[in-house]
């Protein structure tokens, strides 16, 4: 049986008076490369960082306690405003955990739109990473810039289905809130068919680039007993090895219908956990093509699913999905009402930062801000 | 893995663990094991090295206030008539308090056997809010992935983790009192208000003008 091991702060040599030159340097919380407002406590010796902790909070709003004074239905909007990149994966997150709770069914159409809005999602949430980690590693710009040509015709596309870009507020207990207008799949075919041509330059540009190589092979290697431990979720802990994704071990929605899949990485490193999303995104590719494919007719929602009044029986449920950063799960307690008496989610981006310090011991202060844009967070979720 | 089943092999492993089985009506039946906190850790443990639930997803807490039941019962009484006393069915309500409690919810599951989730779940044996009574012990050293989410669970709930390593608030800032996520928690008056230093600053302001050189002051302050 083995017991825990947490980071132990590195060693430093032993000349007298060396603790007094550790410097310990506050990391945020207004820090253009903590992706928000973070913080994180960074002792160091020299270059070196010896310990990091960091530090929560800053935009915490209670998200759950606001949950428990709103309606079932009432909360989907605040749900957009976890991880404000992924909205639309957020909002099946949380309709999948109500309707396994209540037991309701979802038409076919509906969870085809879920399918290509989540994978859509996924495309634009990974190009964005890739544009933000390099941008940290001081390619400052241009392959953001590349990243976010992309991701606006993807927010064209949320816009022209939902009637917002970033907080979408589309689905429903049961479905999905709209259809299609006319000509969107036609145009949703058209983005896809042109993504790979992004992928390629951006492999072509940057997968082999000297300078990245250096900055991210070896640097911040998560091993894969520590990433079971931690529960650590999501492309974090396939570069990892551990060959867990959800839309494979649960099969929710429809996804045993496509044929895709699961990279894996070999080394946990930084740059596995770059590579890793360029395999994820050319996987998602292949379920997009074949949900635009084969999308039937049909309505959109279950009719006897009721918007108002909507009370599940008690009980409690705990639902997850595989979202672009890892496990998000809702877990939910129903005492009859038309609240529900526990709101929990399950945020993959605070739970995925648990083995932060481990990854930046040892490493100098610059190789901090990589290791943490490969984490991909969001302080929405972190901090909810 | 059956859930009797799983119970059934703890109970024969760890002499002495008093487990019980939570039924959960809603269509996923997802049920939940009860565990007493003395053997919290040796159960944890052999679910994660035998069972292989080596993966512990979410740690939430959930608290539950005092109950108070009334339910209409029929008594027979004897009850002026206009005949003298006579005996006569009346209905009367009882009343009955289901006393509270604070629990902390596990769920596990397994990356090997791909099962899950099992809910785990310990419990505060009442709800006095007093330190003795919200001490559970710390799941930490089992899974490392409740490291924050047990923090998160003392910030929000006040609930003590025994054997956590680094048990301090997540979420709220460090002076503050409360723990908001309880179902009766009262929110402050004062949502703005912010430890500054501002009478310390004068204070000091002054005595280092007190000797009247500097800046004069139209209004005589530090004269």
């Known amino acids: 049986m083995s017991t825990l091991t947490l980071p132990t702060p590195l060693t430093t040599s032993p000349e007298p008076g060396h603790e007094e030159r550790l410097l310990e340097v506050s990391m945020g919380p207004q820090h253009p490369s903590t992706h928000g407002v973070f913080r994180m406590n960074v002792v160091l010796d020299g270059e070196r960082v010896v310990r990091l902790k960091p530090v929560f909070g800053y935009l915490h709003r209670n998200h759950e306690k606001i949950a428990e004074n709103e309606t079932y239905l009432g909360s989907m909007p605040y749900t957009d405003r976890l991880d404000y990149i992924c909205s639309l994966t957020n909002n099946w997150g949380y ?9 309701i069914t ?111 092979q070896g640097v911040g290697v998560l091993s894969r007993e520590l990433a079971i431990a931690s529960a650590i979720s999501g492309p974090m802990a396939r570069a990892s090895g551990l060959n867990y994704d959800i839309r494979k071990v649960d099969n929710y929605g429809i996804y045993s ?103 930046c011991l040892g490493h100098n202060v610059a190789d901090v801000v990589v290791i943490l844009g490969s984490v991909d967070i969001v302080l929405g979720e972190v901090d909810r | 893995m059956d859930l009797t089943a799983i119970q059934s092999e703890l109970e024969k492993s760890i002499p002495g663990c008093r487990l019980e089985i939570v ?57 002026d008539g206009p005949n003298g006393p006579e005996e006569k069915e009346v209905d009367e309500v009882r009343k009955t308090t289901i006393p509270g409690y604070l629990e902390v919810v596990y769920h596990l599951f397994s990356t090997t056997n791909r099962t899950g989730p099992l809910p785990l779940r310990l419990r505060t044996p009442n709800r006095d809010l007093t330190r003795e009574s919200l001490t559970l012990p710390s799941l930490t050293p089992v ?72 800046p004069a002051f139209p209004e005589g302050g530090g004269q």
Not at chain 1, 95 to 103: R, W
Not at chain 2, 204 to 209: Q, V
């Open chain 1, 95 to 103: 309709a999948l955990a109500v309707e396994q709770l209540a037991g």
């Open chain 2, 23 to 79: 039924p959960n009506p809603a269509p996923a039946a997802q049920h939940s094991l009860v565990v007493d906190a003395d053997h919290a850790v040796l159960v944890a443990t052999y679910l994660r090295d035998f069972l292989h639930f080596d993966y512990c997803s979410n740690v939430t807490g959930v608290d539950f206030l005092p109950k108070e039941l009334s339910e209409k019962i029929k008594v027979k009484k004897t009850v």
């Open chain 2, 143 to 214: 899974w490392r992935s409740c490291e924050f989410q047990e923090r998160e669970v003392y910030d929000l709930f006040g609930i003590h983790f025994d054997g956590h390593p680094d048990l301090r608030r997540l979420l709220m800032w460090d002076e503050f009192t409360d723990h908001p996520m309880r179902r009766d928690y009262v929110d402050p008056d004062d949502y703005e208000y912010e430890p500054t230093a501002h009478d310390e600053v004068l204070a000091r302001h002054r005595a280092h003008y007190s000797t009247g050189a500097g």
């Open chain 1, 106 to 216: 979802v038409p076919e159409r509906a969870e085809y739109l879920r399918v290509i809005t989540a994978e859509l999602t996924r495309l634009l949430n990974h190009a964005c990473l890739l544009g933000f980690l390099l941008q940290d590693m001081g390619a400052s710009g241009t392959p953001l810039m590349y990243a976010f040509r992309e991701r606006e015709k993807i927010l064209d596309l949320f816009e022209a289905l939902t009637g917002a870009r970033m907080m979408c507020n589309y689905m429903r207990f049961g479905g999905c809130r709209v259809d299609t207008p006319a000509g969107w799949l036609d145009q949703a075919r058209k983005v896809v068919a042109d993504f790979p041509k992004f992928l390629d330059e951006f492999e072509k540009l940057l997968v082999s680039n000297e300078i990245l190589m250096e900055r991210t």
């Open chain 1, 257 to 359: 219908r496509f044929s895709f899949r699961v990279p894996l990485g070999s080394h946990g490193d930084v740059y596995d956990r770059y590579m890793i999303r360029f395999l994820e995104m050319r996987e998602s590719l292949k379920i997009l093509n074949e949900a635009l494919r084969d999308i039937p007719a049909g309505p959109i929602i279950d009719p006897k699913s009721k918007p108002r009044g909507f009370r599940p029986k008690p009980g409690e449920h705990y639902g997850r999905i595989e979202a672009p950063k890892g496990e998000l799960g809702f877990y939910l307690i129903s005492d009859g009402s038309p609240n529900p008496y526990r709101y929990r989610v399950r945020p993959p981006s605070l739970i995925n930062l648990t083995v932060l310090e481990d990854l």
